[in-house]
């Protein structure tokens, strides 16, 4: 699937896709660090807030696998439980670094 | 369509991305903010046609910023949407959309879904008219599968029922010291709504001399500071308030305040305090009372043996008079001490209130006819158990009091009438539960102020010139009112006159017999008397006294001389002469040790102090007789008399 029809898929232009993907990536590092280290504190508050933030932002883009992790560790978080969560973290990363390899090849914002 | 004023309030970057691209794109002037905070800073000098809110976000959540705005007039005319994924989860579960206060919702999802119900509801907003009704959700059946459960809501709704509940009010302030959150407690502590309360400056609720501080103590964003305690608190809605800041470490310079109403916890305080004083000074009061009531019992002694043997024609005969007639005086003082410090003699029978006040306002109005008294008398009024002697003292004293504040013409107003415990003021007191006999005095004088209020019944507290009142007066009405289980308070104002409320306990009404009456000439006896007083003045002229009048006197200087003088002449003594309180072996400890070898002793008990307390206990054992020192030479062989009569 390339670009442009990605961006179409949600009624974008492509450059403004790009621009908006590259927020979201940067975001997504920054909540992925926060998620990181609420799940090392075990801050349940903090994952929820964390994850709720990817949730929305992978929604609003219409990637659903990204959604779809970001929810489960919500919900989860939301009940108080952090059990699931570090699998799902790791999970996550994989796949924000591989939209930004995919979608931003020119630029190096990568998760560690 | 026309260019529009849009603000747009969310917390995540890549929305307010996406809409300022969409909306600027066709042409529409487009503010972002990232927190309800920023988003009422740019509401200040900008008035959008419509605005997108977030419902989640900090420092203000979309909620109550909806809440705001929608009470600012300027901004009556603009269009609120709401935007937030939880928005249809929770409109839904709620349904309770008045609540938010918003003209329309969309769920938030996928751009280009979004994107098109974002567009239609602009093209919408034209034909507004913003009536406050709730608005429409849009965009529901294009949301993701999200089966939130009923038990994460309610999840949510415990902490928040938690916050709302407790006592102490819960503020959190951004770092300019701007309210982000306050909870209910906090609302009604301030004595400000909600939507008042949020946004605006934390410091500036408080009364303006404690601003300066309150600033300097959120700057230094030390942990856990309490720098307005009990002993020093904040000022706020007329209220004394404990406060506690703690600054959040991990949000930006945060802090949450927790409000502390310690008003009523003060107000103890101060009763406590003021009850300890009373108790010290009272003490003090009750020795020194003791120690000159023995004084005035020798000098008394001594006038009256002098004059036995002086002829009224003879010029000394005047000057002892004088002297009998001062050292009255001076027991009259004494006796108020001691009315103070509770220890007086203490006479009680069931009476009705209304009879003393009859009593004393007679009295009172023969001698004061400049003031009219105004009389207003329950007919049912409860009966108390009293001394008739002491309260009548109290409600002169009042009436003196009132009579000096309203020089030349005024008006008293005195009034019964039955209340039970609850009726009481609890300022000062925690009333004992039952029925109470209210008695008021009231005065049309001068008044008081606040200072002179509340030292009123303060020992040696007085107004008035000095040698013109000794500042016992109402001292020992607060003791004798307290004595008899009651309490007294006052109202005044300067310039409004003053009210004294006296409240008595109720009894059944048991009227007993007011005893008999004994002849007041000088009563003769033959017997043998032991005195027994560790006061070497006290003994001699109370001997020389009864042997004047015809008695044999056995003497003994303490307890253990008593007990060794009545074993040897225990078949000739007829009465002992008591004295209560002695070094080494008290009266009543003699009184014992007596009625074990002889159970018939006749006892007459004798004090600087009262009859109150163990002197009661020794009566009730059996004990014949009380006397209070310094008894008059009448007072002594009439006492003496009528229990030698007694029995015979």
Known sequence: MNIKELAENIGLEKEEYLELVELFVETGKSDMDKLQSAIDEKNVEKVATASHSLKGASGNLGFEEIFEVAKKINDEALEGSLKGTPESAQVLKEKLNAIASLLLPDTNIYIK | MEMKKILVADNHPLMLKYMTNLLEKRGHE?????????????????????????????????????????????????????????????????????????????????????????????????????????????????????????????????????????????????????????????????????????????????????????????ESNKPSLQVFTKDSPALLNGKELELRILPLKEEGRKSIVILKDVTEEKKRDVQIQRALKME??????????????????????????????????????????????????????????????????????????????????????????????????????????????????????????????????????????????????????????????????????????????????????????????????????YGIIKAHGGYIDVESEKGKGSSFKIYLPAVKAVVRDQGTVIREEHLMGHKTILLVDDEESVREVSQELLETIGYNILTAKDGKEALEVYKKYRDTIDLVLLDMVMPNMGGSKVYDRLKEMNPGVKVLLSSGYSINGEATEIVARGCNGFIQKPFSFKDLSQEIKKILNNGQ
């Open chain 2, 30 to 218: 487009v503010l972002t903010a990232q927190d309800g905070l920023s988003a009422l800073d740019i509401l200040n000098d900008f008035i959008p046609d419509i605005m997108f809110i977030d419902l989640i976000m900090p420092n203000i959540d979309g909620k109550k910023l909806c809440k705001i705005v929608r009470r600012m007039p300027a901004l009556k005319h603009s269009y609120i949407v709401v935007l937030s994924a939880i928005a249809a989860e929770e409109l839904e579960e709620t349904a309770n959309l008045a609540e938010i206060e918003a003209d329309a919702y969309i769920a938030k999802g996928p751009f280009d879904k979004m994107g098109k119900h974002i567009l239609a509801i602009l093209n919408r907003s034209d034909q507004k008219a913003s009536t406050g009704h709730p608005g429409e959700i849009i965009g529901l059946e294009d949301i993701h599968s999200r089966q939130i459960t009923k038990e994460l809501l309610s999840a949510r709704r415990h902490s928040k029922g938690i916050m709302e509940n407790i006592d102490e009010g819960i503020m959190e302030i951004a770092c300019d010291a701007r309210i982000v959150y306050v909870n209910s407690a906090a609302v009604s502590l301030s004595g400000i709504s909600e939507e008042k309360l949020l946004a605006s400056n934390f410091v500036n609720i408080f009364h303006e001399i404690q601003r300066q501080e309150l600033r300097a103590l959120l």
């Open chain 2, 280 to 477: 010290t000074i009272g003490t003090l009061a009750g020795g020194i009372a003791h120690e000159f009531n023995n004084l005035l019992t020798g000098i008394q002694g001594n006038a009256s043996l002098m004059l036995l043997n002086t002829v009224s024609a003879d010029p000394d005969y005047k000057r002892l008079k004088n002297i009998e007639k001062m050292v009255q005086d001076g027991s009259t003082l004494t006796s108020q001490l001691l009315g103070y410090a509770r220890e007086g003699k203490y006479q009680v029978r069931s009476i009705n209130p209304n009879k003393l006040v009859e009593n004393t306002s007679d009295t009172f109005g023969r001698t004061r006819k400049d003031i009219a008294v105004h009389k207003e008398l329950a007919g049912d009024l409860f009966m108390v158990e009293a001394d008739q002697g002491q309260i009548e003292q109290v409600l002169l004293n009042l009436y003196v009091n009132a009579a000096d504040a309203m020089p030349g013409v005024g008006s008293l107003f005195l009034k019964t009438t039955n209340v039970t415990y609850k009726d009481i003021g609890t300022e000062h007191h925690r009333p004992k539960p039952g029925n109470y006999v209210k008695l008021v005095v009231t005065d049309t004088g001068n008044g008081m102020e606040e200072k002179t209020r509340k030292r009123i019944f303060d020992p040696f507290f007085t107004t008035k010139e000095i040698g013109q009142g000794t500042g016992l007066g109402l001292a020992s009405a």
